[in-house]
């Protein structure tokens, strides 16, 4: 099983829509998450910190589901400047971030 | 905001040179991190470094990849004799403590 899995898509949404990526992460002693979004040839950039309570910011909210080892990224009422990849990151060691490969969303107008 | 510098943005190199990539991190942050991605896939951790050591390493960061924090602000990475399988994007990153906040990266080419 990869460290962290996820879908790779494309997801193709209309503006407005509303959203979900699902990610799955193999070690169950991980205790920190986080999506991170990517544009085409760019440097990741940290979209949230995932908590075990849930947590939303904005049009963005994040689950944590540790008895199944699932993270969710919900994004409400799109636009186009989402379009995007979003990954999926498990914190590894003490240090290390593991990424997955990430999922590619793209939104139209 | 704060952010990550990174130079040069692009460093085109034959194999078997040596190159130093450079990173400038957060000011106030302690603990320094370089990742790589190769064109098309995921991106990965090589190394992590804090009070002047590395604290971890993936297997890909052997004997021909070094980290150095020469003065108060920078932050590098050399690789002593590049292959044609270095080509990627290296990304620096730096924390105060959770999260991790990326540099734009610099590309290098390997001929």
């Known amino acids: 099983r990869k460290e962290v899995e996820q879908d790779p898509g494309p997801f193709n949404v209309p503006e407005g829509a509303t959203v979900a990526f699902n990610c799955t992460y193999s070690?169950?002693?991980?205790?920190?998450f986080f999506w991170y979004r990517q544009d085409c040839r760019k440097e990741p950039k940290l979209l949230m910190s995932?908590?075990?309570s849930g947590n939303e910011d904005g049009r963005f909210t994040a689950q944590l589901n540790r008895a199944s080892q699932y993270i969710s990224l919900l994004i409400r009422d799109s636009k186009l400047s989402d379009s995007a990849t979003y990954l999926c990151?498990?914190?590894?060691?003490?240090?290390?971030?593991?990424f997955g490969t990430g999922t590619r969303l793209q939104v139209f107008p | 905001e704060p952010e990550v510098t990174q130079t040069p943005s692009h460093q085109v190199t034959q194999m078997g040179q040596e190159v130093i990539l450079r990173c400038v991190p957060i000011?106030?942050?302690?603990?320094f991190y370089w990742y790589r991605q190769i064109l098309g896939q995921k991106v990965e951790f090589l190394v992590s470094?804090?009070?002047?050591?590395?604290?971890?390493k993936s297997e890909i960061f052997d004997d021909q990849f070094s980290v150095e924090r020469p003065d108060g602000s920078n932050f590098t990475l050399k690789i002593r004799s590049t292959k044609l399988e270095d080509s990627a994007m290296y990304f620096c990153?730096?924390?105060?403590?959770?999260?991790?906040?990326f540099g734009p990266g610099t590309r290098l080419t390997v001929t």
């Open positions: 995932v908590y075990s």
């Open positions: 070690n169950s002693a991980s205790q920190s």
């Open positions: 000011s106030n942050h302690l603990y």
């Open positions: 470094f804090y009070n002047n050591e590395i604290s971890e």
């Open positions: 990153a730096s924390s105060a403590y959770y999260e991790q906040y």
């Open positions: 990151v498990v914190k590894g060691g003490p240090d290390k971030l593991i």
